[in-house]
C-alpha cells in the first residue's frame, strides 16, 4: 500500500524538536522515533526511518555500491542508474534532495560525504545534520536548501511506494 505525501510529511515533521544529536551512522530505521539508543541519528538513517525502510539492502546489485548498506551514496546511484528505489524528478513536497560522496560522482568534486534529505517544499528541506545540531542543538530541522544547492551532483528523486497525491 503506498504512502500517501501528507502521512510522509506528517511522519518526518514528527522528529523536530526531539533534540536529535547527529551521528555519522547513527539512528534506527524502526521504532517510535529515528533515534537510536544514544539518541542520535543521521541523514540516511533518518530518511529510512520516515520512508520505514530497513538500511541494509540485500539485493546483490547494490552490494557493488557500499555493501548494501542504504544511505546517501545508494540513494543517489540508484537513481542514476538502476530506479529501482526512485526516480529522479522534479523538486516537489515530498521528493528526496540527495547528493554523493565525492568518490561516487565522476567528476571527484564535493564533500567527503553525502547527504539526504526530504523537501517539504520546492525551496524547503527537512533533514537531519551535523550542522542543524551546531546551531539548534536538534539535529532534525526543517530548513532552505542552501547546503543542497553548493553541490553539483544534487539530485532530487521520487521515492516508489509515495503516492504523489
Known sequence: MPVTLADLLTRARSQVGLNTR?????????????QDADQACDCSGYVCWVLQRARRMTDPRWAKVNGGWLNTDLWWWDAMHDDILGEQCEPQAGALIVYPAAWMDKRKTGPKIGHIGILTGTDRVIHCSGGNYRTAEDAIQETGLEVFRKVASTITVWVKGVDHA
Open 22 to 34: 547527529y551521528v555519522l551512522g547513527g539512528g534506527t530505521a524502526s521504532g517510535v522515533s529515528c
